[in-house]
């Protein structure tokens, strides 16, 4: 059964500062890996999708990467922002359809 | 605007009183699928549907019910709510196939006293 753990539970950092959230996840067999962010009584806003075949995903200030054999994931953001303030989880599609097996998210916090 | 659209986004309601969570797509999606989150849980499957008239129990499928008549439309129903139930609920949507991005509702926060 896949199991995805998202290190740390909670984070906070002063503004400026280059962080790396990190997932692993149990099987390697997956199809691909999905970042998301919640932020407080919205839903769930997907940053980046990256294919198994791919080792690492790009969009602006934040990149994810994928070792697919060690079953880690980490989601890199630079020079952060207050704005970057939110929980931050990580999903695996590992076959069974198209169901995403979910971390229990890192909690963000951007200070000032 | 490619959307996931869920209704309502708050309910209070009472035990043993039935109700409908609404969800529709826009993006022609096959697969469509509904996830509740709870603390130190995260987010886990409770039904999904492939196609129209095709739908399959999830992770945690028990005191839950859906229909997928329509592909755009998959709501979920509570025919007798219960306080364990009482959760942050997502819709979510995808095209079939391996490795397809998966988009998500804005939730709906169920409280059932």
């Known amino acids: 059964k896949q199991e995805v753990t998202q290190i740390p539970a909670a984070l906070s950092v002063p503004e400026g500062e280059n962080l790396v959230l990190n997932c692993s996840f149990t099987?390697?067999?997956?199809?691909?890996l999905q970042w998301f962010r919640q932020d407080p009584g919205k839903g769930l806003t997907s940053l980046l999708l990256?294919?198994?075949?791919?080792r690492e995903q790009t969009s602006g200030r934040l990149n994810a990467s994928l070792d697919k054999s060690s079953g880690r994931s980490t989601l890199y953001i630079a020079a952060s922002q207050p704005g970057d303030s939110a929980t931050y989880l990580c999903a695996v599609n590992a076959g069974g359809g198209n169901k995403l097996t979910f971390g229990t998210g890192t909690q963000l916090k951007v200070e000032l | 605007e490619a959307q996931v659209t869920q209704n309502p986004r708050y309910l209070i309601t009472v035990t043993g009183k039935k109700l409908t969570v609404t969800c529709s797509q826009n993006?022609?999606?096959?697969?469509m699928s509904w996830y509740r989150q709870d603390p130190g849980l995260g987010l886990r499957q409770i039904y999904y549907?492939?196609?129209?008239?095709?739908?399959d129990k999830g992770d945690v499928p028990e005191g839950y019910k859906v229909s997928r008549k329509e592909k755009r439309n998959f709501p979920l129903i509570l025919e007798s709510p219960s306080p364990n139930q009482t959760s942050l609920y997502f819709c979510a949507s995808s095209s079939l196939g391996r490795g397809t991005e998966a988009f998500f509702g804005q939730g709906t926060r169920l409280t059932v006293v």
């Open positions: 099987d390697s067999a997956i199809y691909n």
């Open positions: 549907s492939m196609n129209v008239e095709v739908t």
């Open positions: 990256i294919q198994s075949s791919q």
């Open positions: 993006m022609n999606h096959e697969y």
